[in-house]
């Protein structure tokens, strides 16, 4: 009987059914970071309880450090306090920990890919949502609450109930100046926000065959905004390729075998989905948002809706409720909306590629003024590679701030925040009203190249025009 | 350790209308740099009830009627971007002792189900016909029979459903799946053995 690559890792990991019916499930790997797991220690401290596999923890420290200062104490007591907490339970209860002064440190899902603990057939956990871009690598990667993070803590598992799958097959290929983070927020605007609740996605097509590990990771991070708790890609060439040599991964006659059975964990052909959607990568444009969810997006060339025109009460409802929060006007062009901040960076868009790709075009560019521009390396990692390739010189030479790692001004849970009403051209995940740190700060969600083009112009932009990426 | 077996919750209403509420909107992240669940109560909703001042604007958990409230009405989709358990804590702490929802968001969903608190799906029709009854009359009594997935409130009664596992969970007092995973500690550790990537 075929299977798909889901079932096959659900399989390996289930430990026995409970008596609700949900699976206790084996997390094989489990990530940490210091904001959803200070109460998780705080709980196994008043059970009584040892971490089980302490080996297969690892922790980061990414929401609350600030980009622009690395010495401790951190300016604000609160963050402060966050670190030097998980400094502690790390160091109690015997876990790694990528802590600034290792030169690892970085957003939680970049730096798993990056030391090569993320790995096809396992199971993942975090307690984030964005814990879904390590289903890249084919495996099954989930985000999980505190009281969750407790159980994986105490006992390696947690109590689980089997997702369906959906297969998300992108045909074609995708036009020039069109990126992952169009796909993704294509899918989303296609299937909706809560499109994939009690699904994971399965990623597929020949634009998926030909993406980079990096491309794969940004369209499974957003499966969550599409309401789809995991998100995967097929385990190939490209896969082991990434993996090769990094100080996780496996090694000699290990790294062999290794190889043998990711290739075994990829769907069988003629396996079963729960359902399957099909999109023609000629269809997908330059992606921006104009509302206050991943969902309310559209083409670089389209106007803003007008609820006059929707079908159903609700729906206009919903979008009046976006253009109020966003100050848009219905029926305008959404190219040329004014722009205050652009961020690049995230656990979306933070790592080499994507800055790569934006050198490529920015050198001999400059930030408009008025704009505050910064960029934000994913990992300590990412930032070395750049320093060593220059990329970060082409940045400051442009006006961008260029910073220390961390999630930065995609939640601002530290320093980087957006003031007031402005409106910020980001790279990041999530539009949500307050999302980037002032209650009444706007998102408009997009990939790097796009940022880049706000960046330069003052303006939300097609960057096949701003930067002359060729039309065909 | 034994468990509360949450068969039946009543209490009054607060209708939080809209699709789509999002755990930032529930918690904003600037609350969540804490090391304890304590005093989240107090942020529920943050920026939707109170102006940059502290000032306080027009909002239902603001209206001194449904002071009190501990079943929140509310649309699609609810509960739904970050995993930050902050978010039904925050409502936990603030007293909600359940959410009557046309859809709620996965983690959100399996979050509030392993702190004991109930989240019931209902038509939109139903949803509306609460909210009525609450809003005409705030003293309303507001009971959801988890078990029976009903919902009685001012002489009517609507169907609702859960999710069998969370229904079974909260009914028999085993929400809280700790207890059940370390009896599997053995099974799990005989599971990990077969799997060449976790072992030391």
């Known amino acids: 009987m075929p299977k798909t690559l889901f079932e096959k890792v659900w399989d390996t990991h289930a430990v ?17 970071h210091e904001v959803t797991s200070p109460q998780a220690f705080g709980m196994m401290r008043d059970l009584g309880l040892k971490v089980a596999m302490p080996h297969r923890t690892f922790a980061t420290v990414d929401h609350i450090v600030p980009t622009d200062q690395v010495s401790e104490p951190y300016a604000d007591p609160l963050a402060d306090a966050m670190i030097k907490e998980l400094r502690k339970s790390c160091k109690e209860f015997g876990i790694t920990f990528f802590d600034r002064s290792t030169g ?8 798993g890919p990056e030391q090569g603990i993320t790995q096809p057939g396992t199971t993942i956990a975090c307690g984030d949502s964005h814990t879904s871009t390590h289903g890249a690598f084919g495996a099954i990667a989930f985000g999980i609450g505190t009281t969750q993070i407790r159980d994986v803590l105490a006992t390696q598992t947690m109590a689980l109930g089997k997702l369906k ?14 990126y992952a983070k169009d796909v993704i927020l294509h899918i989303i605007t296609t299937l909706g926000v809560n499109g994939g609740t009690g699904y994971a ?19 499974c991070n957003m499966s969550i905004e599409g309401g789809a708790r995991a998100g995967y890609v097929n385990p190939d060439e490209t896969t ?25 964990i990829a769907s069988d052909p003629g396996c079963a989905y729960d359902d399957v ?7 997908i444009a330059p992606t921006v948002t104009w509302g206050i969810n991943p969902g309310q997006g559209l083409p670089i060339t389209g106007r803003i809706p007008d609820p006059a025109k929707a079908a159903a009460a609700d729906e206009r409802a919903s979008i009046e409720e976006a253009l109020a929060y966003m100050k848009l006007r219905p029926g305008a062009p959404i190219k040329g909306t004014k722009i205050d901040v652009a961020f690049l960076g995230s656990c979306t868009n933070g790592r080499l ?98 940022v880049a083009a706000a960046a330069v112009t003052g303006a939300v932009a097609d960057a096949r025009e701003v930067f002359g990426v060729a039309s065909n | 350790m034994a468990l509360e077996k949450i068969t039946r919750v009543a209490g009054r209403a607060v209708h939080v209308p809209g699709n789509d509420i999002d755990t930032d909107r529930i918690i904003p992240a600037r609350f969540m740099k804490c090391v304890t669940f304590d005093g989240l109560g107090e942020y529920l909703f943050y920026d939707m009830r109170r102006n940059a001042d502290g000032s306080t604007k027009a909002h239902p958990l603001n209206d001194p009627r449904f002071n009190g409230a501990s079943v929140l009405l509310s649309g699609v989709n609810f509960g739904c971007g970050s995993s930050r358990e902050h978010a039904p804590q925050a ?9 009557i929802a046309e859809g709620f968001a996965e983690i959100f969903f399996g979050n509030s189900t392993t702190l004991g608190m109930p989240c019931v799906t209902a038509s939109r029709v139903d949803i509306a016909r609460i909210a009525a009854a609450v809003e005409a009359d705030p003293a309303t009594e507001v009971s959801i029979d988890v078990a029976g997935q009903k919902v009685s409130f001012a002489g009517q009664t609507v169907s609702v459903s859960i999710r069998d596992s969370a229904r079974d969970a909260l009914v028999n007092g085993r929400w809280d799946p700790i207890g059940e995973l370390i009896e599997g500690a053995g099974d799990a550790a005989k599971v990990a053995g077969k799997l060449r990537y976790m072992m030391a």
Not at chain 1, 169 to 177: A, F, Q
Not at chain 1, 241 to 260: F, Q, V
Not at chain 1, 403 to 428: E, I
Request: glycine content about 12%; some cysteine.
């Open chain 1, 277 to 283: 959607v099909r999109i023609d990568a000629a269809d």
């Open chain 1, 16 to 32: 026995r059914k409970l008596a609700n019916g949900q699976t206790q499930l084996l997390v094989g790997t489990h990530l940490i």
């Open chain 1, 165 to 178: 799958v959906r297969r998300i097959e992108v045909g074609g290929r995708l036009r020039p100046g069109v």
């Open chain 1, 201 to 219: 996605y399965e990623y597929a097509g020949e634009v998926f065959d030909r993406f980079s590990m990096e491309e794969r990771m940004t369209v």
């Open chain 1, 353 to 450: 590629s994507d800055f790569q790709e934006v050198a490529r075009f920015l050198k001999g560019r400059h930030v408009a003024p008025g704009v505050k521009a910064i960029a934000v390396p994913g990992s300590q990692g990412v930032g070395l590679l750049c320093a060593e390739m220059g990329i970060d010189k082409i940045f400051r030479d442009a006006g961008f701030e260029w910073r220390a790692a961390g999630c930065s001004m995609c939640l601002a849970m530290n320093p980087d925040k957006l003031v007031g009403d402005q409106l910020c051209a980001s790279s990041s995940n999530r539009n949500f009203k307050g999302r980037q740190g002032s209650p009444t700060g706007r998102t408009i969600l997009m990939s790097p190249l796009m």
């Open chain 2, 91 to 99: 409502l936990q702490k603030h007293g909600i002792r359940a959410v």
């Open chain 1, 104 to 111: 690892k440190q970085g957003i939680v899902h970049i730096v």
């Open chain 1, 240 to 264: 082991f390729t990434y993996l090769k040599g990094r100080p996780y991964s496996p090694k000699g006659a290990e790294w062999d075998a290794a190889i043998a059975r990711w290739r075994a």
